[in-house]
Nanobody, 124 residues
Framework: VQLQASGGGLVQAGDSLRLSCLVS????????MAWFRQAPGKEREFVAA????????DSADSVKGRFTISRSVAKNTLYLQMNSLKPDDTAIYYC??????????????????WGQGTLVTVSS
């Protein structure tokens, strides 16, 4: 399976952006899927996840109420809708897939396939 993230860019604080992650090689509904991000000089951190069934989502406290994770099985694509963006949201955003469907969706080590990342820059 391969993941291709896209949709990043330069926006102003308060703007919205939607990231996409195209999954190829296998159906998206066989994986737990997630978005992580990594800011300069910081460790990669969990943003949001959606379980393989599509019925359960999780998100980090820092993005609750602003970011929404979703997927399209028909398009085999994962999304991250980001609203009310802040300069602190500036990072490279990575999509990830977990074939083992771990319950620890917030851990990077739960995921065995990663996309290449897409850069989101939020100016103040």
């Amino acid at each position: 399976v391969q993941l291709q993230a896209s949709g990043g860019g330069l926006v102003q604080a308060g703007d919205s952006l939607r990231l996409s992650c195209l999954v190829s090689g296998r159906s998206i509904n066989t994986y737990n899927m997630a978005w992580f991000r990594q800011a300069p000089g910081k460790e990669r951190e969990f943003v949001a996840a959606i379980r393989w069934s599509g019925s359960i989502t999780d998100s980090a406290d820092s993005v609750k109420g602003r970011f929404t994770i979703s997927r399209s099985v028909a398009k085999n694509t994962l999304y991250l809708q980001m609203n009310s963006l802040k300069p602190d949201d500036t990072a490279i955003y990575y999509c990830a897939a977990d074939s083992g469907r771990s319950v620890a969706v917030y851990l990077t080590r739960s995921y065995d396939v990663w996309g290449q990342g897409t850069l989101v820059t939020v100016s103040s």
